[in-house]
């Protein structure tokens, strides 16, 4: 294999024309500069350097080796200017996903501290929920997926082994029922209550969490309508159309109109976590995404 050290050689001798004057330059013994050379060769597989007398000229070969040099070494130099600006946060990028109540309340707080901090520091954003997100992570389409679960789930063990796991904060959900509702002034409900009830649900995985809820409690929901989107539950809750559990975390962007909140008993959580990969954990832009997020969560 040939090394940069030695191509920095080669291309002192060559400028210099002798180990002497390359040595000098380069601020090394002659030996060293020898040993090098002959270390080169070695690799290269054939002469580099013919020396006759006091005098020393290029190989086809170490012509080659020259003219390639330049180049190479300004390459790897810029390289390392640039993986160095990497690591110091003065430049780098993260791809990252969230769900969408995510990306309205933890993902602005996190964002724009982050570019305070470190504006050399570029972050997209994408939305997806999971187990979508995780699989865009795991496929090398993120590096950050703010992602959730629930805490009756059984997929907790085995779900997210493989990956570094960030807890941010957990969620409970919460009741929505129409101003008028039978309900509307009881501030606190099991979810049997709603039993009779026509449900909005949310996405596929609340969606999935809602049914077991309900049949745990005896009862299968009649689910009317379906949406992945916030503002829509409310609206349909709103206008009369049924009742809904929505996240704490998803109500904070949300104009509440024409809606009540009721506490659900039992109490049902999802937990709110940022993933990534173990090798994605040790680059510094994402390791300090991971810390702006924790931030975010706090507040």
């Not at 330049?70 to 990252?96: K, N, P, Q």
């Not at 997210?160 to 129409?178: A, C, F, K």
């Amino acid at each position: 294999m040939i090394e940069a050290r030695h191509l920095r050689v080669l291309r002192a001798v060559a400028g210099t024309g002798s180990f002497s004057a390359a040595a000098r330059a380069l601020g090394c013994t002659q030996p060293a500069v020898s040993q090098q050379m002959k270390a080169l060769e070695t690799s290269a597989g054939t002469p580099l350097l013919i020396r006759t007398g006091r005098e020393m000229r290029l190989t086809q070969a170490g012509e080659v080796l020259v003219r390639h040099a330049s180049g190479i070494l300004a390459g790897l130099t810029a390289a390392e200017e640039e993986v160095a600006a990497i690591a110091g946060l003065r430049a780098g990028r993260v791809r990252l996903v969230s769900f969408p109540s995510g990306s309205s309340t933890l993902v602005p707080t996190a964002l724009a501290a982050l570019r305070a901090a470190h504006p050399g520091t570029r972050v997209s954003l994408v939305e997806s929920e999971p187990p979508r997100s995780v699989e865009m992570l795991r496929e090398g389409d993120c590096d950050v997926a703010l992602a959730f679960r629930y805490g009756g789930s059984d997929e907790r063990g085995a779900e997210w082994e493989d990956l570094i796991v960030r807890p941010l904060l957990t969620d409970r959900l919460v009741g929505l029922v129409p101003e008028g509702h039978r309900l509307a002034t009881a501030g606190r409900v099991t979810i049997g209550d709603l039993a009779d009830e026509p449900w909005i649900a949310g996405c596929p995985r609340c969606r999935r969490q809602l049914v077991d809820v309900c049949e745990e409690a005896g009862f299968t929901p009649r689910i009317d309508f379906a949406t992945d989107d916030y503002p829509t539950v409310i609206g349909l809750v709103g206008a009369g159309l049924g009742v809904a559990v929505l996240p704490e975390l998803a109500m904070e962007s949300v104009r509440l109109k024409g809606i009540r909140t009721v506490t659900v008993d039992p109490p049902v959580v999802r937990e709110i976590v940022a993933l990534t990969l173990p090798d994605l954990s040790q680059v510094p832009a994402v390791a300090v995404t991971l810390d702006q997020l924790s931030r975010a969560a706090s507040r």
